[in-house]
């Protein structure tokens, strides 16, 4: 088994900047891509960003030029940094870890809010 826990999620304005943290424990050699994904009200659950063991990214469009995701292999934990960012933003924001044998693994969620 896997476990994730998200931090860093909260309460910011327009135009300001928050730093994601999936910290990833357990079964460490099931892993292969992690990722973070975002589920607003009334929305379904939606990819923001993913990332693989030897580093290479993947954005959605809107991640892209505003959110950076990274990967400490050494902690075990990966990163949103997330800027410029928008009420449209609003959402809780969930890391995935990609099972090799098995269904994925989710984190429980952290909720960003971004309001004047």
């Known amino acids: 088994q896997v476990q994730l826990v998200e931090s860093g999620g909260g309460l910011v304005q327009p135009g300001g900047s928050l730093r994601l943290s999936c910290a990833a424990s357990?079964?460490?050699?099931?892993?292969?891509?992690m990722g973070w994904y975002r589920q607003a009200p009334g929305k379904g659950r939606e990819l923001v960003a993913t990332?693989?063991?030897?580093?290479?990214?993947i954005y959605t469009d809107p991640a892209k030029g505003r959110f950076t995701i990274s990967r400490d292999n050494a902690k075990n934990t990966v990163y949103l940094q997330m800027n410029s960012l928008k009420p449209e933003d609003t959402a809780v924001y969930y890391c995935?870890?990609?099972?090799?044998?098995?269904?994925?693994?989710w984190g429980q969620g952290t909720q960003v809010t971004v309001s004047s």
């Open positions: 990332i693989t063991p030897d580093g290479r990214t």
């Open positions: 357990g079964s460490m050699f099931r892993i292969n891509a």
């Open positions: 995935k870890a990609q099972n090799r044998i098995g269904p994925d693994y």
